[in-house]
């Protein structure tokens, strides 16, 4: 199996920064993407950010300028660095990815999600 692993939430005053981590561990053959979403009280989950396996990234409207994705193949981990963070921000934060894992004798795709990270952008 494949497990993603989220950290670095936090509570932080506005216009702070915050740097979120999700680690994927298990029998990885390829990430073909990974990113980030989030879901605020009453609201649906929306996309934050996502980098695919060629490199390319994807910020939702709202964070652009401010959020940086960044992954280090080497460890399968994903970067989220948010900077100038907004009360708007405040969010349940998880991370998500598309690994094909080994798995007996076969290889298999699915879609991974981490158990979220709050972060909480109040003065």
């Known amino acids: 199996q494949v497990q993603l692993v989220e950290s670095g939430g936090g509570l932080v005053q506005p216009g702070g920064s915050l740097r979120l981590s999700c680690a994927a561990s298990g029998s990885i053959v390829r990430i073909n993407h990974m990113g980030w979403y989030r879901q605020a009280p009453g609201k649906q989950r929306e996309l934050v950010a996502r980098i695919i396996g060629s490199g390319s990234k994807n910020y939702a409207d709202s964070v652009k300028g401010r959020f940086t994705i960044s992954r280090d193949n080497a460890k399968n981990t994903v970067y989220l660095q948010m900077n100038t963070l907004k009360p708007e921000d405040t969010a349940v934060y998880y991370c998500?990815?598309?690994?094909?894992?080994?798995?007996?004798?076969?290889?298999?795709?699915?879609?991974?999600w981490g158990q979220g990270t709050q972060v909480t952008v109040s003065s």
């Open positions: 998500n990815g598309n690994i094909e894992r080994f798995e007996r004798g076969g290889i298999y795709g699915d879609e991974y």
